[in-house]
């Protein structure tokens, strides 16, 4: 079994068990224990080797779970601490259970766990990108199963909800907030399920949110998604906290204005078929006499009214 498998735990007594084990550790150095991370490599667990993770942005009692580092490395967390042993990344992110399968809500202190795992530790970001800032402890998520194994997620900020814990400001529409699809997973149309599923999940909402600021390949996606769901190019805005007008972009119109930079296709299939050398010319002539039309032709009146709206009060570029 593995730790989504097991009965859950509580932050504080994640906590204390942490503590206690690096109390015990540190009380006895001289005594030789090993974590093997592979086949052929292993790392020292002592003192040094460990350090404490805070699982969510700041609370008043931090929630800390241990992870191992090599010695000449510790930026790379090998393992983790749950449940009086531990574990490698990848068991930590596993399931025995058949029923975990899809998107399914984040509920257990340990699921929490995993959102941290991928988000934080087991795919490094991307040229250009950030790092995930930490989750709230009651962040609305979704975990991605496949496989046996936790595949990704996504959060949303709900309409409502607070934008952070030293405002009283609200957001004004349901915004996702962070989307993860681990490395090895990409080029699947996990990240299409996603976006689709976070559409779905608010159907009444004329309106929903993707958080600012996009990076290339988020870009990519959605671009893929609206292609695919004319029907959400009006719903989908890049969105400043809290969500006012003034802090909404369309995504669809400002794809077609080029004003994003758009990354690689991350959703597209590796056998899809690219066109032959000898049409490229051809089609980018073609391109170019139609590209104000399809421009002209995908502006909806509210959209133009954005544009206008954007074009007079402020200089914001993409």
């Known amino acids: 079994m593995f730790p989504a498998d097991l009965p859950d735990v509580d932050e504080t007594q994640l906590t204390s068990a942490s503590r206690l084990y690096l109390s015990a550790v540190e009380s006895e150095p001289e005594t030789s224990r090993w974590f093997h991370s592979g086949h052929s490599s292993k790392v020292e667990i002592k003192a040094a080797n460990i350090r404490q993770l805070q699982l969510f942005e700041e609370v008043q009692n931090p929630c800390v779970l241990l992870g191992l580092h090599p010695a000449d490395d510790p930026a790379r967390v090998v393992a983790v601490y749950l449940y009086d042993r531990w574990w490698s990344l990848d068991d930590a992110l596993r399931t025995c259970s058949k029923s975990r399968s899809g998107l399914m809500p984040v509920e ?9 795992l991928l988000s934080q530790l087991v795919d490094k970001p991307s040229a250009g990108e950030d790092l995930f800032r930490l989750h709230p402890p ?20 709900h309409k409502g909800s607070l934008c952070n814990a030293w405002s009283s400001c609200c957001y004004l529409l349901p915004v996702l907030d962070t989307l993860l699809v681990r490395s090895s997973c990409r080029r699947r149309g996990f990240g299409l399920q996603m976006i689709q599923d976070f559409c779905s999940t608010f159907p009444t909402e004329a309106f929903l949110g993707i958080s600012s600021p996009l990076s290339a390949s988020m870009v ?44 690689p296709e991350e959703e597209e299939s590796p056998t899809e078929t690219r066109k032959n050398e000898g049409d490229e010319s051809e089609t980018r002539k073609n391109e170019g006499d139609e590209s104000s039309q399809k421009v002209r032709a995908s502006i909806c009146p509210m959209m133009l009214q954005e544009l206008l709206q954007n074009s007079s009060a402020s200089d914001h570029s993409f």
């Open 108 to 116: 257990s202190l340990v699921e929490r766990v995993m959102v941290f």
């Open 138 to 157: 009651t962040e609305s998520c979704k975990l991605l199963w496949g496989d046996g194994r936790a595949l990704g997620f996504y959060s949303v900020k």
């Open 220 to 263: 990519a996606v959605v671009r893929r998604f609206l292609q695919q769901h004319e029907e959400h190019r009006e719903r989908l805005y890049e969105v400043e906290a809290p969500g006012g007008w003034t802090q909404r972009r369309n995504i669809w119109l400002n794809i077609q204005l080029g004003r994003y930079s758009i990354g």
